[in-house]
């Protein structure tokens, strides 16, 4: 395995030679007995030298070199036959040279020993091979689903070190009992059986096309087994490129929380879309660059791309070229602006909307990890609601007809300062929409969502990492619920909910109901091939441990502030109706808001979170980590100045 490749052609070269070289001597002796040593004389120059120069060139050109061992299937084959084939008919033609001892039945057993010697020799190191990934304890995996893309997968499976394919499973009864490219296909009803006595590990769906509500309940069969499952892409991800049908993944969670999402309308999508400029601010984030991937393929003539961290932004161009490069859409027909820099920054505003003539904003910049924004006050407030507001007049300034905030949950009835920063950016587009009533201006418009699964801050891609560790699955409490839904059905939806905004309302996703986030880390742990260790479960492999609340963080979650809340054209967009807070309130809140930020003034900050946002209720201290350390520093200061008893004596 080892050896350079010129050393393994080398003897693979020399292996053929001598078996081509033997095959022959052996097909004499088979037809001449006893009588075989008369002919070796003759025999012998077409043992020591016209084979070897016949059968080198020969196998060359068949191909016979260019394999790779490990890998050969059926093609290998029948590249030897026609080597071998090819020998054969070559030996009459010459044989006249040294005498006529040629004679069919020595050709046809010539030709039925060299390619015997040949193909056991490609085909015995490939079984080799796969023996000794065996005796690695590659795991044994059985692929759901004997489709197409099933058999793709056994395939690449077979050549993959971390994996054994022992069968098929198939709802096909015609299917059960037979084989399958190599593989028994079993049914359903065979499967725990076959897993316990053939020590498998994994079950992979091999089903591209399957609805989701079919996927749900496949897994919800196989959960009960304890056996890891894992899943190729779904037809979605094949047609788009973004995925191989030899690519194995963990089961998406949307498979187990999600809904099949309602078929979105074209028409509402497109409104604000196709042929326009538009705007995604933050879109090197997780909405912010799902909000790209969806906007792009509706055609709009420009999509701006507003993203402060350089490395989220080349991720995000590239991978938007090459989406239109893969739906042949060309540079001309949408043109990609990738812009670094903050929303909060006015020259840059300024700039960017007096160089555009900018249709649509979809401002998804914010800083959304609770705890996070919990220790870093002043930075939250100044990115979540300090720069919607000036990106909010940039755009009134700039002639933009339609501006959506990608708002959160967690702004109703916030206990901490990302909801309550969200929700006041909420308050100051409500209020400049209803400052600018009668007259044309931007339509403004806000949607409210919960956790987007996969998103940056969600507890799924901790709970994952954690479990590749093996443990402990960290929960905060365990009563503790949120909202989830797909990252590609929230922003389908705020999309959608952009269209139909009127200006100044808020838009409510129906998130379904909530979901317990221990229900979830144990799930994750089973559909792992792992067990939950605890009192029940002695004999489990991972632990699920209890922090306790963060700073900020609520129990429960909810969507709407009052009760005033309405349907729309849409099964899955709720509009609600909100107090307005007057302009000139929110201006001063606004200007002592950005004096505060720049003075790292926490108090006043949280001061004027409390006054402007209704429900606003921090149920712990300030945490921020530079107003604290100031905070230590002083005190320390204060302590070393104070006089002595023998200073007052």
Request: charge should be neutral; include cysteine.
């Amino acid at each position: 395995m080892a050896l350079p490749r010129f050393c393994k052609l080398g003897m693979m070269v020399v292996f053929d030679v001598m078996a081509v070289a033997v095959s022959l001597l052996v097909a004499f002796e088979l037809r001449f007995g006893e009588d075989f040593h008369l002919l070796t004389p003759m025999a012998w120059p077409w043992v020591a030298f016209l084979l070897p120069i016949l059968t080198v060139p020969i196998f060359i050109g068949f191909g016979l070199y260019r394999q790779v061992i490990r890998y050969i299937g059926g093609r290998a084959a029948i590249q030897i036959l026609l080597g071998t084939a090819t020998l054969t008919a070559l030996i009459p033609a010459i044989s006249v040279v040294f005498g006529d001892f040629f004679r069919i039945d020595i050709l046809v057993d010539f030709f039925a020993i060299s390619t015997a010697i040949i193909a056991t020799s490609r085909f015995g190191m490939r079984a080799f091979f796969g023996s000794a990934k065996s005796r690695r304890h590659a795991d044994r995996v059985i692929v759901w689903g004997s489709g197409h893309t099933g058999v793709q997968l056994a395939q690449a499976l077979h050549i993959d070190r971390r994996w054994t394919p022992m069968a098929f499973v198939d709802d096909d009864p015609k299917l059960w009992g037979r084989i399958v490219h190599h593989l028994p296909c079993i049914s359903p009803d065979q499967l725990a059986s076959f897993a316990g006595r053939k020590g498998v590990g994994t079950i992979i769906l091999a089903m591209p096309s399957a609805t989701q509500q079919e996927r749900r309940d496949i897994i919800a069969r196989l959960e009960p087994l304890g056996i890891a499952i894992k899943t190729v892409p779904g037809m979605r991800e094949l047609l788009s490129g973004h995925g191989a049908e030899s690519d194995v993944a963990d089961v998406p969670i949307s498979d187990l929380l999600g809904r099949d999402p309602i078929p979105a309308d074209n028409t509402l999508l497109r409104r604000n879309i196709e042929g326009k400029t538009v705007l995604v601010t933050g879109a090197g984030g997780s909405i912010g660059g799902e909000l790209c991937r969806q906007i792009v393929s509706l055609s709009p003539r420009r999509l701006i791309l507003l993203e402060r961290c350089e490395f989220a932004l080349y991720q995000v161009e590239q991978e938007l070229r090459q989406r239109l490069v893969l739906e042949s859409k060309s540079e001309e027909r949408t043109k990609l602006v990738p812009l670094l820099g903050s929303a909060g920054n006015q020259e840059l505003l300024h700039r960017m909307f007096t160089t555009w003539q900018i249709d649509t904003v979809y401002h998804a910049a914010a800083h959304k990890h609770v705890p996070i924004v919990e220790v870093n006050v002043a930075e939250g407030v100044a990115n979540n609601t300090l720069a919607t507001w000036r990106t909010a007049e940039a755009a009134q300034a700039g002639g933009v007809e339609t501006f959506i905030l990608v708002s959160t949950d967690k702004a109703v009835r916030p206990t901490n300062v990302m909801g309550a920063s969200k929700r006041l950016a909420e308050m100051v587009l409500q209020a400049l929409m209803q400052k600018q009533r009668g007259g044309p201006g931007v339509r403004f418009s806000m949607v409210r969502f919960g956790n987007v699964l996969g998103s940056s801050g969600s507890v799924v891609p901790l709970f994952r990492e954690q479990i590749r560790q093996g443990g402990p699955v960290t929960v905060t409490h365990q009563d503790i619920n949120r909202f989830f839904m797909t990252v590609e059905e929230a922003v389908q939806l705020v999309i959608q909910a952009g269209s139909i905004a009127d200006g100044g309302e808020v838009h409510v996703l129906d998130m379904g109901e909530p979901v317990r986030i221990l229900d979830l880390a144990r799930r994750m742990i089973q559909l792992s091939g792992h067990e939950v260790l605890d009192e029940e479960h002695p004999q489990g492999t991972i632990k699920i441990d209890f922090l306790g609340l963060r700073p900020g963080e609520k129990l429960y979650e909810e969507l709407l502030i009052g009760d005033d809340v309405v349907g729309t054209v849409h099964p899955r967009i709720m509009r609600g109706n909100e107090a307005i807070t007057p302009w000139e309130k929110i201006e001063a809140w606004l200007f002592a808001l950005e004096h505060a930020c720049v003075h790292g003034d926490c108090p006043t900050i949280r001061s004027i979170l409390n006054e402007a946002v209704d429900g606003y209720q921090p149920e712990s201290e300030i945490h921020d980590l530079v107003w604290r350390s100031n905070l230590n520093k002083t005190a320390a200061e204060t302590a070393a100045k104070a006089p002595t008893p023998a200073d007052r004596r």
